[in-house]
């Protein structure tokens, strides 16, 4: 018998039980669609994820105060407390030839009025250098302008939200603004940014650094924010960081360094684990649908013991019958995948159209995998039935009963 | 056939279905195997077709010892050389007449045009050829066993085997089948025919009477 003959066999044998037939292709194909529906999901978010920490900026290191100990041992016995960051620090480490720019950062919250208009804002205390490090856009006017980091300047750049609510449709542009008891002249307008890994741009008010820890009467920063110089300048401007900072510190390492590599390599890892671990709970679904398949290919050997036995008798030898009733199966699990594989595309495209900032493309492995799956359970499940139809006695499988 | 036993374990109990037949069935030859209920003759008739192996003794077709052939040698000689019709027809109810009868030559691996040839002629040679494209239930019993018929003969088998082939049938398409087999074997087919019909057995050149799995008269007209 030639394969396409075995082919054609099982494809009238899957057309003359339509409606047995049509179960499976459901439960088939709902497996499949489950697998490539949620990697699409899966992945989708980890592309929104790591595509929002990419726009953070470029070749990103951040500079905390405190050693973060992730990696055990005893805590620091003598000068438990961190010390702080100063904008000395940051100008010190803007030295190393690794580093292109340097932004110190001082954060706050306090009321920002203009005229008879108030509200509670996000105070940035930063420089010049942070509009290129942290990729802003100025809308109107320009960011807070360069010079020493130490020296305070009355000057405040407005968020867009900022802007609108207090200024409504005036120009805010060269207008007095009051934080807490000090007068700042607005300089700039940002354009609208948008929520980026919490942080509300939008919501937030940027004045010279110094500025800032005077309004707050602090001397110490939030954090520095540094651009290597380029993409390979990342780990040694890591290393420099630190050993400027340790010998600054007098030796003691009570400063973390994070780079934006890392953290977006951390977040890559753990949403591509997500995506598995979702991926292979839909699998499941496949498994079920294989356990189907035996059982309802189990009904059909004893249901067709007589065909079986009339195959037998017209030259069929046992292997010609095992090898019908898996190809019967197996094709069954191909068109199922490929149902499924339709349905799970279709439907992520039709999640895409309607929610065009999730992009449900899936991924080509978890089709392919998916597939895969499908034929590999659908045809291993079937071997058991096809064991069975293969080792019915002819004799009795004709007798009539 | 000789010294051939075939018994079934029935519970604890052995039940001797063929106790030592010894039968030679020349090419050609026109035979009724008749008998009581019970007494062997299905048995014998599925031996002789390879669907089933003897306990003891020896079984030579065409000159050939088969008793020892392996599962897939014992196929290719269904396939080849024998043609089997059943009582209860046997046909496959989702395939059309044609392809019923074409199912021995697919399992063979013969070529599709050629299929076609031989499934027209074997369905012109029982008379069904306007029913070629219809499914078993759109077809009369007389006219389902000579589908069986056809197919049993497409392969151009040298042995035809029939277990109460008119079992099933009222007279007048039960006469037509007989005189169908009995066409097949006037060209030289050896017809094997078990039956409780008197007068359908009595029609055969050669008669086996079968009692309790051993051969009790083998009469030749
Ligand atoms: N598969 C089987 N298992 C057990 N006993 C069987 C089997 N096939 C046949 N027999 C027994 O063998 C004997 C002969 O059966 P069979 O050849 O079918 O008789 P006949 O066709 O002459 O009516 C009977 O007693 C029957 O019960
Ligand atoms: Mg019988």
Redesign the pocket.
């Given at each position: 018998m030639t394969a396409a003959d075995t082919l054609r066999f099982a494809f009238r044998a899957l057309t003359g039980f339509r409606v047995r037939t049509a179960l499976m292709l459901l439960a088939m194909s709902i497996g499949v669609a489950a697998v490539v529906l949620l990697t699409s999901l899966g992945e989708a978010a980890r592309t929104y994820v790591t595509g929002e920490f990419a726009a953070l900026g470029t070749n990103l290191l951040i500079v905390i105060p405190g050693r973060s100990e992730t990696t055990g041992g005893a805590p620091p016995v003598t000068g438990a407390t961190a010390r702080d960051l100063t904008i000395e620090d940051a100008v010190a480490l803007g030295r190393s030839p690794q580093v292109a720019l340097i932004a110190p950062l001082t954060v706050g919250e306090t009321a920002l009025s203009a005229g008879t208009r108030s509200r509670n804002a996000v105070v940035m205390g930063t420089t010049h250098e942070m509009e290129t490090v942290r990729h802003l856009t100025v809308e109107r006017g320009r960011f807070l302008p360069p010079g020493d980091p130490s020296r305070a300047s009355a000057v405040a750049v407005l968020g867009a939200t900022l802007a609108d609510e207090l200024f409504g449709a005036r120009d805010p542009l060269g207008a007095q603004v009051r934080l807490g008891d000090r007068r700042f002249r607005v300089v700039g307008v940002l354009a609208r940014q948008g929520q980026s890994l919490g942080t509300n741009m939008d919501e937030a008010v940027f004045i010279p650094v110094a500025s800032a820890q005077a309004l707050f009467n602090t001397p110490s920063l939030f954090r520095i924010l540094v651009q290597a110089a380029d993409r390979d300048a990342v780990a040694p401007a890591e290393r420099d960081l630190l050993r400027i900072l340790r010998e600054r510190h007098e030796g003691e390492e009570d400063v973390t360094v994070i780079t934006q590599g890392s953290v977006l390599g951390a977040f890559d890892r753990i949403l591509r684990a997500l995506t598995y671990a979702v991926a292979g709970i839909a699998a499941i679904s496949l498994f079920v649908a294989g356990i189907l398949v035996m059982n309802v290919m189990l009904v059909a050997v004893s249901q067709r013991t007589a065909e079986i036995g009339l195959l037998r008798a017209l030259g069929a030898s046992s292997g010609r019958v095992r090898a019908l009733f898996l190809t019967e199966a197996a094709l069954l699990s191909l068109l199922g995948a490929v149902l499924g594989v339709a349905i799970g595309v279709g439907g992520g495209l039709a999640v895409s159209a309607m929610v065009p900032a999730l992009d449900l493309t899936p991924p080509a492995w978890a089709v392919a995998a998916a597939v895969g799956i499908a034929l590999t359970t659908g045809t291993l499940f079937a071997l058991l039935p096809a064991r069975r139809a293969a080792a019915l006695?002819p004799?009795?499988a004709l007798?009539p009963r | 056939m000789r010294g051939v036993v075939r018994t079934?374990?029935?519970g604890d109990q052995t039940?001797r279905?063929l106790d030592g037949v010894d039968l030679d069935i020349e090419a050609g030859e026109y035979v009724s195997i008749m008998?009581?209920?019970?007494?062997?003759?299905?048995?014998?008739l599925n031996l002789i077709g390879l669907l089933d192996r003897p306990t003891d003794g020896l079984y030579a077709l065409a000159g050939q010892d088969v008793t020892a052939l392996d599962d897939d040698q014992r196929a290719r000689v269904r396939g080849e050389r024998i043609g089997f019709i059943f009582q209860a027809f046997h046909l496959v109810p989702r395939l059309t007449a044609a392809e019923n009868v074409e199912l021995p030559l697919t399992l063979a691996g013969i070529a599709p045009a050629e299929r076609r040839r031989r499934v027209a002629r074997a369905l012109e040679a029982v008379g069904l050829t306007d029913r070629a494209h219809h499914v078993p239930a759109q077809l009369s019993g007389g006219q389902r066993q000579r589908v069986a018929i056809a197919r049993a003969t497409v392969t151009e088998p040298a042995v035809l085997l029939a277990?109460e082939p008119t079992g099933n049938l009222d007279r007048a398409s039960g006469h037509d089948v007989v005189r169908v087999l009995e066409d097949l074997n006037a060209r030289g087919i050896t017809l094997i025919v078990?039956t409780h019909d008197a007068e359908m057995g009595g029609r055969a050149r050669r008669r086996i009477r079968?009692v309790d799995?051993r051969i009790a008269e083998d009469a030749r007209a």
């Open positions: 006695d004799v009795e007798a | 079934f374990q029935v039940v279905a008998g009581p209920s019970g007494s062997g003759k299905s048995t014998m277990d078990v079968m799995g």
